[in-house]
């Protein structure tokens, strides 16, 4: 076997036809050892390699004949000196950062921890048990895959939906599906799931984290899972527990597949990634990967005591984004993401966490600066959770521009005007206007807001109208896991009923926040299952739910079919009125030639609110005229948009009110009803209209969508 020095770039294993290059880097180690493996099922490496160079503190050689499918790992040799931060530990086998695909998870064993558990020092002792049976192992690859004519569909972000799903938890129910395909990523790209979307109407899919991750030890020994997969491994290779085959070469190649089968229809692909913090966990935590390959580069340590993590996630700890080879880690994989696997964009987890420099958020920051000036990433869709566990860590409204937000403001203010809260009318007249006062001083656009009422996180859309408290118990933990707050919407009987009045109750509720949001401005995310009348019997955090509990849905009772029609309704309305998928925020002033404010706000009586009106705390119930003139919107390609009025009436109360419908700005004479959640369907079919200045009787917790008559359309 010929060995030479070969290259530190790039990182990772990268196979060249003859041979494998290894480069890994680590600024302490002061020897480092390549691991050849013969199968999964070894106990022990058939060889190992010293890598024979070390260029700009990467380590690196060229092995011969060394093909696509062998797997490896690392021994790093150093200082074992928790107090100083470093814990090298060459009795350990260790997965390349860079790993392109994973040949063997890892299977928890006591051996995988660096010190010796049990004894009284703690984690200051090291252990010299080999962990070779145990750990995770790489896997070389080839990257060669034929894309043919696939490109991005660029769909622009004010006529985006994003629909946010669990790859296994999408399909694994899904009867149309051969078995095999069931929770795969083949099943996501399937016919029968793309007919779902299409039909549904969104444009982008943004997947739960589908990066390579570890199933937390304590979750193991319960008999449970880590569903959700926030507990990242590896930040370059897709999770081989999706793939139809335990073939990691083959799960990258069908990761590809479904990336371009999705394009193929026009659906984006957005992944949703963890780089916040990794598996290993806090001081306790094994020796997997970067904790043993330069623990003092890698993580954020407390500088009092080197010993122990700074923890901004709740997960243990914090990767160190103060150094540039962290920041080349993550812009290396995400620019891989894009670039090799053909993805549209990112959610990032926590990203709070990511912008801290010293340990405040910095709008500043070098992670921000890396990504604005990046050719390939600048240019695809961020998305940010804006917080983290930290002090300071709540940065909604605060990220730069080419960002868009999760808006937890959304979420919490939507929540509380339809479970009937009051005072809440000036901040819901804002939110549902697209956020201005969070967006908008920043030249940010209102699709920087992404609007959602459910997640993955939480309850459901249904649960959230049948429960008062959370009920988590399937997760161990004592049902003390899980956000604790009382969600109560006084919709009735504690979880399921046989009561037709709640039952009544409880779906129209689920309309509204449906309605509200798609018809809202900004970006609608909706929650894998919502539109469908998915529940987890009031479990809030269903993280370690691999089972029916947590996945979709796809037999339906009748009330289950009537409420995806009603979404689907809900999104052909959306796509169909320019005045709801705004590129620019609303001036709330007439434009020149006019006395009509393109938004304009109004009380039930048909005046237009005023200061006196918004600060009452009783207001639960008010309208919002949108009028967009033709020339005050073009379209991308500088053609016009056609003008319309819309008025969108809310009513939290649970009393009808009858609300006079105001004058239009295009002089019709008649309001045409386009949505009314407290109708069938059905109802709407042969058409209803009011005239102006007449009274429309708005239900009792219901929501309206009309639309102005011009004169010449009148009868």
Not at 416 to 437: H, N, T
Request: hydrophobic letters at 35%; a negative charge.
């Amino acid at each position: 076997m010929k060995i030479k020095p070969g290259k530190p770039y790039p990182l990772g294993a990268t196979w060249d036809g003859e041979g494998t290059n290894f480069a890994l880097f680590s600024e302490h180690a002061t020897r480092v050892e390549l691991c050849l493996f013969d199968d999964a099922n070894a106990w022990e490496e058939r060889s190992r390699i010293p890598l024979p160079e070390r260029t700009d503190m990467v380590w690196h050689g060229w092995v011969e004949g060394i093909t696509p499918g062998q797997l490896y790992g690392y021994r790093v040799h150093g200082p074992y000196k928790p107090r100083q931060g470093h814990r090298f530990n060459p009795a350990k086998v260790l997965l390349d950062p860079y790993a392109r695909a994973i040949g063997r998870p890892l299977c928890w064993s006591d051996e995988l921890f660096g010190y010796r558990l049990g004894d009284p020092e703690e984690d200051l002792s090291r252990d010299p048990r080999d962990s070779a049976p145990y750990a995770p192992l790489a896997a070389v690859v080839d990257s060669a895959f034929d894309w043919g004519d696939d490109a991005p569909p660029g769909t622009p972000w004010h006529e985006t939906v994003i629909y946010e799903a669990h790859v296994r938890g999408f399909t694994r129910l899904h009867p149309g599906l051969p078995a095999p395909q069931r929770g795969t990523y083949s099943g996501l790209a399937s016919d029968a799931a793309i007919q779902h979307l299409k039909a549904l109407g969104v444009t982008a899919v943004e997947l739960l984290p589908v990066h390579q991750h570890a199933i937390d030890g304590h979750l193991v020994k319960h008999g449970l899972s880590n569903y959700w997969g926030y507990n990242t491994l590896s930040y370059f290779a897709p999770d081989v527990r999706f793939g139809v085959s335990a073939d990691p070469l083959a799960t990258i190649r069908e990761f590809k597949s479904m990336v371009k089968r999705l394009h193929r229809a026009g659906i984006e692909v957005i992944l949703d990634v963890v780089y916040n913090h990794t598996a290993e966990g806090s001081h306790l935590g094994p020796t997997l990967s970067l904790r043993g390959i330069d623990n003092v580069c890698y993580y954020r340590l407390v500088d009092e005591e080197r010993r122990y993590y700074q923890d901004f996630t709740g997960c243990g700890n914090t990767l160190n984004m103060q150094h540039p080879r962290v920041l080349q880690l993550i812009m290396d994989s995400l620019r891989y993401w894009v670039q090799e696997m053909h993805v549209d964009g990112f959610r990032f987890d926590l990203a709070s966490a990511l912008a801290r420099e010293l340990y405040a958020v910095d709008r500043l920051s070098a992670f921000f600066d890396i990504i604005h000036q990046d050719p390939v990433l600048s240019r695809v869709k961020l998305i940010a959770e804006p917080w983290d566990l930290g002090e300071g860590g709540y940065m909604v409204g605060n990220f730069p521009v080419g960002w868009t937000e999760w808006n937890g403001k959304y979420r919490d203010a939507l929540r509380r005007f339809w479970k009937g809260d009051g005072g809440l009318a000036p901040e819901v007249a804002l939110r549902l206007a697209g956020s201005p006062d969070l967006y908008e001083d920043d030249g940010r656009a209102p699709h920087a807001s992404i609007n959602f009422v459910t997640c993955h996180d939480g309850f459901t859309r249904r649960d959230l109208v049948s429960y008062d408290h959370k009920h988590n118990e399937a997760n161990k933990e004592g049902n003390r896991d899980g956000d604790s707050h009382n969600n109560s919407w006084n919709c009735g009987a504690e979880g399921d009923t046989d009561d037709p009045h709640v039952q009544a109750l409880r779906l129209r509720q689920m309309r509204n926040i449906m309605a509200g949001l798609l018809l809202s401005q900004g970006v609608p995310m909706l929650s894998g299952g919502d539109e469908v009348g998915r529940s987890q019997r009031g479990n809030n955090n269903v993280y370690c739910q691999d089972n029916e509990l947590a996945w979709h849905p796809w037999v339906l009772d009748a009330w289950q079919q009537d409420f995806l029609t009603f979404v689907q309704r809900c999104l052909a309305v959306r796509r169909a009125h320019p005045a709801l998928q705004r590129r620019r925020f609303w001036k709330g002033r007439p434009p020149a030639g006019s006395h009509f404010k393109d938004l304009a706000w109004f009380e039930p009586s048909g005046r237009e609110m005023s200061g006196a009106a918004w600060r009452q705390d009783f207001v639960r119930c008010l309208g919002m005229r949108l009028w967009t003139d033709a020339i005050d919107e073009m379209d991308l390609d500088g053609g016009r948009v056609t003008g319309e009025t819309l008025l969108l009436l809310l009513n939290a109360h649970h009393e009808a009110i009858p609300f006079t419908l105001p004058s239009a700005p295009d002089a019709a004479t008649t309001w045409e009803v386009v949505l009314d959640t407290s109708l069938d369907p059905g109802d709407l079919a042969g058409g209803l209209s009011t005239p102006t200045g007449a009274g429309y009787d708005l239900k009792g917790r219901s929501l309206a969508l009309l639309r102005s008559r011009p004169p010449e359309r009148s009868s």
